[in-house]
């Protein structure tokens, strides 16, 4: 096959990928989706399949968009985050396990500077402007870093001992970047970087120096 252009959109500055679907911010803080739709993932609250993209309901002022499996987040201007899709796993950080098929917002979170909820769990994590990080949704390994295997409707703290300057997501593991190089990790043993033959729900340090990206 080979690559078609997606309809109707000439000013997006952001895309992501989740399972069968997209989203597009744009320059004017809209979102758009398109794709599978049965979970409510491209937020215009219909639950259907969308061939070309549809409006993310309600939001006028996002930067950007990161989508899960089910679901998606974007970030808005003002620091806040609002999810919308599959919420079994409280993924959608607003306190259910329901879905919701229009944005929600996260609790308690009013000064994120990035976001992710990439990587395939039903689960994200945001960037806060003071260098520290939350995460929230599905707790498979213990992977949000607070001592539990627990899903978290609503954010808790990644506790990664240092200031953060960017947070991946990923399937068993999350990891964050320090300022100072170091990558802390937490979820699966395989996915930690540290050498340790047991999954751990705190974060641990990987055995990498210098890293400015993961």
């Known amino acids: 096959s080979t690559p078609v252009e997606v309809s109707g959109i000439t000013t997006a500055i952001g895309v992501s990928s989740g399972t069968?679907?997209?989203?597009?911010?744009?320059?004017d803080g809209k979102v758009n989706c398109w794709g599978y739709g049965s979970q409510g993932q491209l937020g215009d609250g219909l639950y259907v399949q969308?061939?070309?993209?549809v409006e993310v309901s309600g939001i006028t002022n996002a930067i950007q968009v990161s989508c899960g499996g089910n679901f998606a987040c974007a970030l808005l201007s003002d620091g806040k985050v609002n999810c919308w899709g599959l919420g079994s796993n409280g993924?959608?950080?607003d306190g259910t396990t329901t879905n919701s098929g229009v944005p929600v917002e996260v609790s308690g979170i009013t000064d994120a500077?990035?976001?992710?909820?990439?990587?395939?769990?039903?689960g994200a994590c945001a960037v806060l402007s003071d260098g520290s990080a939350k995460c929230w949704g599905k707790n498979q390994y213990g992977r949000l870093g607070d001592g539990t295997t627990t899903d978290r409707s609503t954010p808790v703290d990644f506790p990664a001992g240092g200031t953060i300057v960017s947070i991946a997501n990923g399937g068993g593991t999350v990891c964050a970047v320090l300022s100072?190089?170091?990558?802390?990790?937490?979820?699966?043993q395989y996915?930690?970087?540290s050498g340790d033959t047991s999954d751990s729900s705190t974060p641990v340090e990987a055995s990498?120096?210098?890293?400015v990206q993961v």
Not at 20 to 27: H, I, K, R, T
Not at 50 to 53: A, C, E, Y
Not at 180 to 188: E, R, T
């Open 20 to 27: 069968q679907f997209s989203c597009a911010v744009l320059s």
């Open 50 to 53: 969308q061939n070309t993209p």
């Open 91 to 93: 993924n959608l950080g």
């Open 113 to 122: 500077v990035y976001i992710d909820a990439s990587g395939g769990n039903d």
């Open 180 to 188: 100072d190089g170091k990558l802390m990790c937490a979820g699966w």
């Open 191 to 193: 996915g930690l970087g």
């Open 208 to 211: 990498v120096t210098n890293v």
